[in-house]
C-alpha cells in the first residue's frame, strides 16, 4: 500500500465519521448513555451472582426493578436506569450514592470559581457548556468539598 492510499482512505474516514456526528449530534452523549447503562447491570449480575431471570444455586439475591438517575456530565445530560436488588444493598460503583455530576465536571466549575469567577459567571458558562444550569450554591459547595 502506498502512501498515497493510506492518506486517501484515512481522509475517507475521517470524513464519515465527520457526517455521522453532523448527522447525529447526540452520538458521543449516546454512546457514553449506553455504556453507562450497562456498568451498572453487570455489577448487580455480580453483586447477585447470577444474571436477570438466571436460575442458580449461588444466586445471592433478585432483582427488584430500577429507579431513574440522572447524571450530569462532560458530554450532558446522561439519563440511567440504576437496577435495585430486593434488600436494597446494591450500589453501583459509576457515581457516589448522591452524587448527580460527574466528579471531574465539579472539579472544572470549583477551578473556575477559584481562579476568580463569580458564582454566576461559573453558573452561566457551565449552562452554556453543559445545557444544565448548575445553582450559585453548587458552585460555593464544590469548592468547599474534601477530594480526598
Same mark, same amino acid.
Given at each position: 500500500?502506498?502512501?498515497?492510499t ?5 481522509n475517507a ?27 451498572? *447491570?453487570?455489577?448487580? %449480575? ?6 436477570? &431471570?438466571?436460575?442458580s %444455586?449461588? !444466586?445471592?439475591?433478585y +432483582?427488584?426493578?430500577?429507579?431513574p438517575?440522572?447524571? #450530569?456530565? !462532560?458530554v450532558?445530560?446522561?439519563?440511567? $436506569?440504576?437496577? +435495585?436488588?430486593r434488600?436494597g !444493598? ?5 457515581? %457516589? +450514592?448522591?452524587?448527580? &455530576? *460527574?466528579?471531574? #465536571? ?8 477559584? $481562579?476568580?469567577?463569580s ?8 449552562? *452554556?457548556?453543559?445545557?444544565? &444550569?448548575?445553582?450559585? &450554591? ?7 468539598m474534601?477530594?480526598?
Amino acid at each position: 500500500m502506498t502512501m498515497t492510499t493510506t492518506t486517501t482512505n484515512t481522509n475517507a474516514l475521517s470524513d464519515s465519521a465527520q457526517k455521522i456526528l453532523v448527522q447525529d449530534g447526540d452520538l458521543l452523549r449516546n454512546t457514553i448513555q449506553q455504556v453507562l447503562q450497562e456498568i451498572p *447491570e453487570a455489577e448487580m %449480575d455480580q453483586a447477585l451472582g447470577a444474571t436477570k &431471570s438466571e436460575r442458580s %444455586d449461588n !444466586r445471592r439475591g433478585y +432483582r427488584s426493578g430500577y429507579y431513574p438517575r440522572t447524571l #450530569l456530565t !462532560r458530554v450532558g445530560k446522561v439519563s440511567l $436506569q440504576v437496577p +435495585r436488588d430486593r434488600e436494597g !444493598r446494591f450500589s453501583t460503583e459509576i457515581f %457516589d +450514592r448522591y452524587r448527580r &455530576s *460527574e466528579k471531574a #465536571l465539579v472539579l472544572a466549575i470549583a477551578g473556575m470559581h477559584v $481562579q476568580g469567577l463569580s458564582t454566576r459567571d461559573v453558573s452561566e458558562v457551565a449552562e *452554556e457548556l453543559f445545557g444544565n &444550569s448548575i445553582s450559585a &450554591s453548587s458552585v460555593s459547595a464544590s469548592c468547599s468539598m474534601n477530594w480526598t
